[in-house]
């Protein structure tokens, strides 16, 4: 590759885009979802199977196999797109590449059962052209910003970016806008920061800008923690580019030079993809020295994370880039004044940045008409947990609870139901059906006891037990908690203690007093954001669930089976056929009986499994 001025950038997207998937003269472009869920789900073995089904019946040089980045419907990939039908095939197989070649590719003819069928049992087929959403319920209140290339391109090959208006935005920056004015758009646009805080991104930008300093840096944090979040990951693996020419927008905006992408190494396909893209922008000129020949220098290094939730957290995060143990320090000074090696940072999450260069071509009016008041553009969820459609979800800010969990959702696996969703990770609150109608942004979530955070949604069914989800939360923290300050060591250490004492069937009613001082006595007194939110969960449940709470204080009953400790089980005889199907399979051989008369167990030895009550066909087991 030959570094590019300006019009030869534009010359390569006009020739990108003219020949986007046909420059050599395929009749077929297959795109497989190349992310690291579909990957783990024989993806790979698809996309193989595709290229060598291609060559075997003969149409090697008619049908290119592409892999994308997650197409978001995780609860249905591997995902796989044939283009130009905009055929929409889900769950696949690798035994189903030989009939997508011979019947679609040889044949012209769809692959009807690959389609994804509504709950009526009607299917769904394609797309009205590449590029717009499938008509399916997963699809249809969502508006992607954020993953808009995500299943579009090929996240490995620049030209694809480049041909889908990438770059435009960094073309406007060097040569038609000055600081202020990318700041200002920023400020039109009124985009907050998506790592959870919800700060304004254009005033970060602008209070680095103001502070005079030699040298001044750029931080992607990449660093996420929250357990089932995975959106920023999922961004970087579909479209790494918006995130390199997001951060060297930002380095012409405030006057930095040097930008570090901060990256948990758990990982690998993100960062392998990221490396690509990099080398990629430095080879055309879009990175490194003299910038589509503008005079303006920005480089970008990847620096490794262990994996520390603490390091989400901007200070803790620039410590660890130091190559200190990742703890934070006490704000003020902000990264805007002090940050990196004490120089002024500016520090912006994955998603926060990979909606910059859509704002920038499209104008930050177009990004303020969406959403709501406070709170604007989109907003993505990584939804998860009981829900009948899991997966990436990107929808406009104001989107009610109940739109994304029964509508984009598909509702509860099972016909269960409802019983709470989780947003913002350890740091946020379960949600109630009380507010299933609430319009959420930043600070419905916060007036409702919970948070965006980083944009985790972890849905629950009645059989989840509030009480143990607090205490896996709490047991969490523990874990990721740097000890620095006492409120979060020793506050999240002595709540994780009451709610496994409550738990196991030991509480009184005294410990949710103490619970909730402790949990509000660690909001006022923490160090960092960690330790200012671990208890959220716990309170959240004591004020939503606190009848679940006395239960197991008072009637030491676990209403969802889950305590261990509160559970017992035994066999009713006048329901038991002797079948001794609950002895063969108890792991403690704790059931004794004989053929065809009623079993008993030996409660000393039963270890609560459950395995008895899982395999009676009779009903004869009871659990309580």
Same mark, same amino acid.
């Given at each position: 590759?030959?570094?590019?001025n300006?019009?030869?950038l ?21 795109l ?6 579909c ?7 698809i996309?193989?199977?595709?290229i060598?089904?291609?060559k ?6 008619k ?9 978001g ?12 039908d905009?055929s ?5 197989k690798?035994?189903?590449?030989e ?6 590719v040889k044949?012209g ?20 052209a ?7 319920g ?7 910003v954020?993953l808009?290339?995500?299943g579009?391109?090929?996240p490995e ?12 935005a ?8 000055k600081?202020?004015d ?12 998506r790592?959870?805080?919800g ?5 970060k930008?602008?209070?680095?800008k ?6 001044k840096y750029v931080?992607c944090n990449?660093?996420e923690?929250?357990p089932?979040a ?5 961004t970087?693996e579909?479209?790494?580019h918006s995130v ?9 905006a ?6 570090f ?6 990982y690998?396909?993100?960062?392998h ?7 990629q ?7 490194g020295n ?12 990847i620096?490794l ?8 957290e901007?200070?803790?995060l620039?410590?660890?880039?130091e ?9 003020p000074p902000?990264?805007?004044v002090?940050?990196?090696?004490g ?23 177009w ?9 604007k553009?989109?907003k ?22 109940r739109?994304?969990i ?6 509860i ?10 947003t913002g990770?350890?740091s946020?609150?379960?949600?109630t059906?009380?507010?299933l109608?609430?319009?959420?942004d930043?600070e419905?979530l ?7 955070g980083?944009?985790g949604?972890?849905v629950?069914?009645?059989?989840d ?21 006492s ?11 009451i709610?496994?004492?409550i ?10 007093i103490k619970?909730e001082t402790i949990g509000?006595a660690?909001?006022?007194?923490s160090l960092?954001a ?6 959220n ?5 004591i ?5 679940e ?8 009953k676990c ?11 035994t #066999?009713l005889?006048d &329901? =038991?056929?002797? @079948? *001794?199907? +609950?002895a /063969? %399979?108890?792991?403690?051989?704790c059931?004794?009986?004989?053929k065809?008369?009623?079993?008993t #167990?030996?409660?000393? &030895? =039963?270890?609560k @499994? *459950?395995? +008895?009550? /899982? %395999?009676c ?8």
């Open positions: 590759m030959s570094k590019l300006t019009d030869a534009n010359k390569l997207r006009d020739g990108a885009s003219g020949e986007f998937r046909n420059k050599k003269g395929y009749t077929h472009y297959i497989t979802c190349g992310g690291t869920a990957q783990s789900n024989k993806g790979v073995e996309y193989e199977g595709l060598a089904e291609a075997k019946q003969g149409v090697g040089d049908v290119q196999v592409i892999k994308t980045g997650c197409f419907f995780c609860e249905r990939g591997p995902i796989v797109k044939v283009l130009p905009n929409f095939y889900v769950d696949v690798p035994e189903d590449a009939e997508i070649i011979s019947s679609q044949g003819k769809e692959v009807d059962r690959l389609f994804y069928k509504n709950p009526d049992g009607s299917p769904v087929q394609k797309a009205a590449h590029g717009d959403l499938p008509p399916i997963f699809y249809q209140k969502q508006q992607r954020v808009r290339n995500c579009i391109i090929n090959v620049i030209e694809e970016y480049i041909a889908n208006q990438g770059y435009i960094l073309q406007k920056s060097l040569f038609e806008w600081p202020d990318i700041i200002n758009e920023l400020k039109t646009s009124g985009l907050r920061g790592g959870g805080a700060f304004p991104t254009w005033m930008w602008d209070a680095t103001k502070v005079a300093n030699d040298i931080v990449a660093d923690g929250d089932g995975y959106m920023d990951r999922s970087i579909g479209d790494p390199i020419e997001a951060m060297t927008i930002c380095g012409r405030i006057g930095a030079s040097q930008g992408v901060y990256i948990r190494a758990e690998p396909l993100a960062v993809r990221l490396e690509l893209a990099l080398a922008a430095k080879d055309y000129g879009l990175l003299d910038i589509l020949g503008s005079g303006f220098n920005f480089d970008i290094e620096r994370g262990a994996g520390a939730f603490v390091c989400g901007e200070t803790a620039l410590r660890s880039l190559g200190g143990r990742g703890m934070p320090t006490p704000k902000f990264p805007a002090a940050g990196l090696w120089k002024p940072t500016c520090i912006n999450n994955v998603e926060t940045l990979a909606n910059i260069p859509a704002i920038l071509v499209r104008g930050g009016a990004f303020a008409s969406m959403g709501t008041e406070k709170s553009g989109t993505v969820f990584a939804l998860t947990g009981k829900i009948n459609n899991s997966g990436l979800v990107e929808v406009p800010m104001g989107t009610t609870l739109e994304i029964f509508e984009i959702g598909g509702g696996k099972n016909g269960k139901k409802f019983k709470g969703v989780q990770g350890p946020g609150g379960i949600l059906e009380k507010v109608d609430t319009p959420i930043y419905s916060t007036q409702m006891g919970s948070m965006m980083s944009g949604m972890i629950m069914d009645e059989d037990c509030v009480v143990d989800v607090a205490r896996f939360y709490m047991d969490f923290c523990v874990d990721e908690s740097c000890g620095k300050c409120p979060c060591r020793i506050g999240t250490t002595q709540i994780l203690k709610l496994e004492k738990t196991h069937g030991n509480g009184d009613e005294a410990d949710l619970l509000k660690m909001q006022k007194a960092c960690l330790g200012g939110t671990a208890a969960p716990t309170l959240s449940t004020r939503n669930f606190r009848e709470y006395m239960e197991h204080i008072h009637d030491h209403r969802a089976g889950k305590c261990k400790s509160l559970l017992s089980f #066999i005889e &329901k =038991c056929k002797g @079948c *001794g199907m +609950c /063969k %399979n108890c792991p403690a051989a059931i004794t009986g004989e065809k008369k009623p079993y #167990i030996d409660q000393s &030895k =039963c270890v @499994c *459950g395995e +008895c009550f /899982k %395999n066909k009779f009903d004869a087991v009871v659990r309580a």
